[in-house]
């Protein structure tokens, strides 16, 4: 049987049936949520000198709602702390040194096991990927009609260097890089609704558990129509998305040529695969199409980045 075959087997039959298994195990189940909770929305994220973009994707993912931002320092080098300091000082952030190799892994299990109590979502994701809903202006509020699965998806919208060089400091991360894939990638990542134990973590994905009848069952995570995400390689995305990740994966040449010199959080190997050309040039050929959806939030954010308010006169 060929590698063909076997994905149209999983698609076609396998996926359909464990998702109707699931959905029966799941009909009569009410929401579920951590009521003691500290905060509703947070973010778990290990970075490694990308303080140029900071402050930005901390204001943005507090402009659309997240409460609070769990960053692990992996071997920085940079001024990350002049920009972080204010965050901490507010209660916004919390800080974790995290001088690991390969370290990635190992922080979301130890930020799950030590913060996951004072949350209900926490979103594990990266510094270069931006949670972009289409419609709503309030994560919290977006989320709130999953709150009866262990976790979600969000697939990734894959953006390119958009011809850049070099990056352009008077203009924000969003506005230089607005050329992407034509469609969302297989693959994104996931949002743990901490009111179900965690079975396993993934950078990609989770799974969570659930008690019936003193039965236990390990449960995946769904995707935003619903479904149920067990192979993520080769599940359908949603015919209709509301929200994606933004993934600034490469940003300019000089950017990228950055990023492969400070390495992988996650592993070895992906270092030695990102390092060759063809894979680079791979993900940009595949951009080609112009995607301003994140603009909605441009005006915020840029008045938040300067300091200013929001008064319209009256």
């Not at 960053?71 to 916004?92: A, R, W």
């Not at 262990?150 to 990734?156: D, E, F, N, Q, R």
């Amino acid at each position: 049987m060929n590698k063909t075959m076997k994905i149209a087997i999983k698609r076609h039959i396998v996926t359909p049936a464990v998702n109707l298994f699931y959905r029966g195990l799941f009909a009569m189940r009410r929401p579920c949520v951590n009521s003691d909770a500290r905060y509703m929305f947070a973010i778990c994220a290990i970075f490694r000198n990308e303080a140029r973009y900071m402050r930005e994707w901390i204001e943005y993912h507090l402009l659309i709602g997240v409460d609070h931002i769990f960053l692990y320092n992996n071997f920085s080098t940079d001024d990350f702390m002049s920009i972080l300091q204010p965050y901490i000082e507010k209660g916004v952030v919390t800080l974790t040194e995290w001088p690991r190799e390969h370290g990635q892994m190992e922080c979301y299990m130890h930020c799950s096991a030590n913060f996951g109590k004072s949350c209900r979502w926490i979103a594990f994701i990266d510094l270069d990927e931006y949670i972009c809903p289409h419609e709503a202006t309030d994560i919290k509020e977006w989320i709130k009609r999953y709150e009866k699965y262990p976790g979600v998806i969000l697939y990734w919208l894959m953006f390119g260097t958009a011809g850049r060089l070099h990056p352009d400091s008077e203009k924000t991360l969003i506005e230089q890089y607005t050329t992407s894939w034509q469609e969302l990638r297989n693959t994104g990542k996931p949002i743990w609704n901490t009111a179900f134990p965690l079975e396993e973590l993934f950078v990609h994905y989770l799974y969570g558990s659930v008690s019936i009848f003193g039965i236990k069952f390990k449960v995946p995570m769904v995707n935003e129509s619903g479904s149920f995400v067990v192979y993520p390689d080769h599940h359908p995305l949603p015919r209709h998305n509301t929200i994606r990740i933004n993934h600034y994966w490469s940003k300019s040449i000089e950017e990228y040529h950055d990023k492969m010199a400070r390495g992988s959080a996650f592993s070895a190997k992906k270092n030695e695969i990102r390092r060759k050309v063809d894979f680079f040039l791979w993900h940009e050929h595949h951009v080609v199409r112009d995607d301003r959806v994140i603009f909605r939030f441009l005006t915020q954010l840029k008045m938040r980045l300067n300091g200013l308010d929001f008064n319209l006169p009256k």
